[in-house]
């Protein structure tokens, strides 16, 4: 797999150049994966019409390699075979992980969302 490229546009705004790409390399659903790395960013973002992320604020290339490992380490790799040929499922509101080489299953937590502070304005 490629390491992610990735491009500033802007002052505050960070692109995952090869995004679907990597979707397609993982066979992971891009929602799930944008999903991931917005939470673990603890911030907002989008897919464009030239189907890259973008994010919002200013990210090194290095923290985008580590999520997209712990991404893979997670939902991607079976524990069994320590294969990549798997698919995740989703049954009784549970994900489950199975491979494809070896046949086994686990469940896998969904991506939550971290704290985010909802700050109105303050009466004077």
Do not use: W
């Amino acid at each position: 797999m490629c390491p992610p490229k990735i491009l500033r546009e802007g002052t505050r705004k960070t692109v995952f150049v090869n995004f679907m790409e990597s979707c397609k390399t993982l066979r992971r659903d891009p929602n799930h994966v944008m999903d991931f790395f917005l939470s673990e960013m603890a911030t907002s973002g989008s897919i464009d019409g030239q189907n890259r992320l973008v994010i919002k604020g200013r990210f090194a290339p290095k923290s985008f390699e580590s999520i997209l490992r712990r991404y893979i380490n997670a939902y991607v790799i079976c524990n069994g075979c320590k294969g990549h040929d798997t698919t995740i499922t989703k049954e009784n509101r549970l994900f489950f992980l199975r491979c494809e080489q070896c046949g086994s299953s686990r469940s896998v937590d969904r991506i939550k969302a971290g704290f985010v502070a909802h700050v109105g304005r303050r009466n004077a």
